[in-house]
């Protein structure tokens, strides 16, 4: 397990990123918030049925499974970067187009108790994955997106992404929801 996993610096993630890695930051232990991340999403969303799950709170907005699935793309993306960068592969990765990625997955035909279980099961995979790194792998940089990553600056995007679209599942969708 990394044993020095500091908050990364400036130089290792992209600005559109920083939201991400200040709200992990706040979390205050990024290895712990990983699994308890999984808690938080169940508790605030597994008593949902799948149709309070199709809520979106306007035109054109994502709803609340399509929240999910994309939770699920990024963690995919993000962790794949992870394994990419740490392993000391330096070949840039494309950005992808998370509207499309969602629009393209029908998110909205699954049932929320798949979708749910597909993030845990991933999240659960991506900690065990990142207790195997070591320190030196943790700091290495690669490049994604066309802008200079490291592999500790992913991890904290994890982690800060989930809590990003929590907040806003909290603030503009649970409120509403019938």
Known sequence: MPTNLTPPTREEYAPFY?????????KSDVIAA?????????????????????????????????VIGHLIDVERVFSYRLLRISRNDQTPLPGFEQNDYVREAGFD???????????????????LAIKNLSDESVSRLGTASGVTVSA????????????????????KYLPNVK
């Open 18 to 26: 920083s939201d991400y890695i200040q709200r992990a930051i706040k």
């Open 34 to 66: 990983l699994p308890q991340q999984i808690e938080d999403i169940k508790s605030a969303l597994g008593h949902l049925t799948d149709e309070q799950a199709r809520f979106k709170f306007g035109p054109g907005e994502w709803s609340i499974k399509e």
């Open 109 to 127: 035909n699954s049932l929320l108790s798949d979708l749910l279980s597909e993030l845990e099961l991933l999240r659960r995979a991506n900690i």
């Open 152 to 171: 500790r600056a992913l991890i904290f995007m994890l982690v800060g992404h989930v809590e990003h679209h929590m907040a806003s599942l909290h603030e």
